[in-house]
């Protein structure tokens, strides 16, 4: 079955410089990869998410990349704000009746 | 208007209790979902649930027995509850079951068993 590890565990960085966070998959064959972001004592939600088909997608500070042919995908979170002070998890799934998994998480913290 | 909402928000029992947690999403979606997360913050899926039918059992215990009456709502109730039940049980609901949707949780069951 897949397997999505993610590194680091925890990221300290001082604000407005950069983070980034990098997952690898196993399984080839997955082809949907959402990352969530966790704040303490709430839910995941999600931030961003890619497809197989695409090798890059921004959204405002957030960028997500993929490496199909390597099977890892990262993070990156420019200008960083203390409220980004978060976990952050990454996930893979293939489509259709298979189950999300997910990485262990990084612990964000932004120092201001 | 919550999207998916979950009771309780915490629950405290003794081993060897039986307890349920009852999920509820309006978002029409299909497929629902429970996920456990531990101490370590890991999350695991337990169940997901498409229109009523389950789709994944994930080598959960028996004693969580996964109820979906209609496909707005999944309950879970766990019998014989042990220490080791201890954690944050989320619900969650995606619009397509698998993978290629993203997740919507609720915000969340804390379960302590003393």
């Known amino acids: 079955g897949e397997n999505v590890e993610q590194h680091p565990s925890t990221l300290s960085v001082q604000e407005g410089d950069s983070a980034v966070i990098k997952c690898t998959y196993s399984?080839?064959?997955?082809?949907?990869f959402p990352w969530y972001k966790q704040e303490l004592g709430k839910r995941p939600q999600l931030i961003i998410d890619?497809?197989?088909?695409?090798g890059e997608k921004k959204d405002q500070r957030i960028a997500v990349t993929l490496n199909k042919t390597a099977k890892h995908f990262s993070l990156h979170i420019t200008e960083t704000q203390p409220e980004d002070s978060a976990v952050y998890f990454c996930?893979?799934?293939?489509?259709?009746?298979?189950?999300?998994?997910f990485g262990p998480g990084t612990s964000l913290s932004v120092i201001p | 208007d919550t999207a998916v909402s979950q009771t309780p928000k915490y629950l405290v029992t003794q081993m060897g209790n039986d307890k349920s947690i009852k999920c509820e999403q309006n978002?029409?979606?299909?497929?629902m979902y429970w996920y456990k997360q531990d101490s370590k913050k890991f999350l695991k899926i337990m169940f997901s649930?498409?229109?009523?039918?389950?789709?994944i059992n994930e080598t959960v215990p028996n004693r969580f027995s996964p109820k979906s009456p209609d496909k707005a709502h999944l309950n879970l109730h766990i019998n014989s509850l042990e220490l080791g039940d201890s954690a944050v049980y989320f619900c969650?609901?995606?619009?397509?079951?698998?993978?290629?949707?993203?997740?919507?949780f609720g915000n969340g069951t804390r379960l302590t068993v003393t």
């Open positions: 969650a609901s995606s619009q397509v079951t698998g993978g290629g949707s993203p997740l919507h």
């Open positions: 399984d080839s064959a997955s082809n949907y």
């Open positions: 890619i497809r197989s088909n695409v």
């Open positions: 996930a893979a799934s293939k489509t259709s009746y298979d189950k999300v998994i």
């Open positions: 978002l029409g979606h299909d497929t």
């Open positions: 649930y498409n229109n009523k039918e389950l789709i």
